[in-house]
């Protein structure tokens, strides 16, 4: 059975699925929390905190770009 | 000579099946994205049909299964893999012409399947690899698709849903900009390689190419070529089914939708597996509506998607197994091939007017 169903790279599919669509998607909204966060900061002129959540949604945005870069990059390679 | 034409017209046939891939799947990829208005109708689509283009050339990994794992390329002639493919298009226009996001993959497996069967008898079925490579998968994915859907909402809900709507919901238009496109280009790399696969097959049955050689690249631009362009020419039908039908979802549903199917067709194409883009994309777009409210999703809807996913894997089957046992009738030679395309170019040609008849793309 374990031939016929390939039961590592199933499993390697389903743990990637997971990590990718879970992951990425909760970044992303780490990243328009950030944003929208940052925004109602300025117009509380709270500049710390407004630097602050910008910051979070910066690093988000490097997060979610390196991802879909390397899923991009781990395909071309198989 | 008359392999010669047999073979011209699987090609050709196999690029149509191409098209009406794209045509009939571009809602699996822009549905959401058009109705959370995240991108114009239009647009939305010519990007698909962009990023299909480029996915077809990312990764050969699918159509190598669909060449030489689903059946016995020893016993199959040009003609069962024609056969195949007219049962897999007569099946992808009816489900077209109801408004059903059903799966063109299955179609196009089933229809080889019955087609292979009908020819050489179960002997030339590979059932570890339809199992294991196709059906298993086909279960799975959608499931997975589905759970990430669920998790996922609920988790950018957690995280976003105390901040003013209208930022929230410009930043994930704007994000569903970019997961439209990833989706895409899952969807060129799975769906356009299940092609190339048949038309490898096809050219390995007639002795033109060796077993275990590569897909030529001519096969890859025109299956890239044929995918996009049905994008382009897109199945509004079944955008109005994947969009605004099973639930009616807002731009966060819609990012976590995209991202739950990017994700499971990426890495599927990844190991190899054809799976159903349109049941992974339906999956998701499910998930994302029951991880917010069960009852928004429209279950009866879901219904229906889910009996045509049932019935595509054995109706394409017969459809295959009858095409080829009717091209029998008319001899080994192309005289089959040739009536039976010409049925399906006038069948094909009526279906499209039909189309065009109910007026140009919404603006």
């Given at each position: 059975m374990a031939t016929v169903v390939e039961t590592k790279e199933l499993f390697d599919t389903v743990v990637a699925s997971l990590v990718a669509g879970i992951g990425v998607t909760t970044v992303f909204a780490i990243l328009v929390f950030g944003v929208s966060r940052s925004a109602d900061m300025v117009r509380n002129e709270r500049p710390v905190a407004a630097a602050a959540a910008g910051g979070l949604a910066v690093i988000a945005f490097a997060v979610v770009t390196a991802a879909i870069v390397l899923g991009i990059v781990v395909m071309t390679q198989k | 000579m008359s392999d010669d034409v047999i073979i011209v017209i699987v090609v050709a046939t196999a690029l149509l099946f191409d098209f009406t891939n794209g045509f009939h799947d571009t809602a699996n990829v822009v549905a959401t994205s058009i109705s959370t208005h995240a991108m114009p109708p239009r647009i939305a689509v010519g990007y698909a049909a962009i990023f299909n283009f480029v996915g077809?050339?990312?990764?050969l990994a699918v159509a190598a299964t669909v060449a030489k794992?689903?059946?016995d390329a020893d016993v199959i002639t040009p003609t069962v893999v024609f056969a195949g493919l007219i049962g897999a298009i007569a099946w992808n226009l009816a489900t077209w012409y109801f408004g059903l996001p059903s799966s063109s993959s299955h179609a196009l497996i089933g229809g080889v399947v019955g087609s292979a069967f009908a020819a050489?008898?179960?002997?030339?079925?590979l059932g570890d690899g339809v199992l294991g490579k196709v059906l298993i998968p086909a279960v799975v994915a959608p499931i997975v698709a589905f759970i990430i859907g669920v998790v996922a909402i609920n988790i950018v809900y957690g995280i976003?849903?105390?901040?003013?709507p209208g930022p929230v919901n410009r930043g994930f238009r704007l994000g569903q900009v970019v997961s439209g496109g990833v989706l895409a280009l899952a969807h060129g790399t799975n769906d356009a390689q299940k092609t190339m696969g048949v038309i490898t097959l096809a050219l390995i049955a007639n002795g033109?190419?060796?077993?275990?050689s590569d897909v030529p690249t001519w096969v890859v631009i025109s299956a890239a070529t044929a995918i996009s362009l049905g994008t382009y020419f897109g199945g509004w039908r079944i955008i109005r089914t994947m969009g605004t039908r099973i639930i009616k979802m807002d731009a966060a549903q819609g990012f976590s939708a995209q991202g739950a199917g990017a994700a499971v067709i990426l890495a599927s194409s990844h190991y190899g597996f054809p799976l159903s883009t349109t049941q992974v994309i339906s999956g998701g777009v499910m998930g994302a509506g029951a991880g917010k409210?069960?009852?928004?999703?429209?279950w009866g809807v879901a219904g229906n998607i889910v009996v045509a996913w049932l019935l595509t894997l054995p109706a394409a089957a017969l459809i295959g197994g009858a095409t080829y046992g009717f091209s029998q009738l008319f001899g080994d030679g192309a005289a089959g091939p040739v009536i039976i395309a010409l049925f399906g170019i006038a069948a094909t040609g009526l279906a499209f007017a039909r189309r065009l008849r109910q007026g140009p793309l919404p603006a």
């Open positions: - | 077809a050339f990312i990764s794992d689903v059946v050489a008898g179960a002997d030339a079925i976003v849903g105390r901040e003013r033109n190419l060796s077993s275990d409210k069960v009852s928004a999703v429209r």
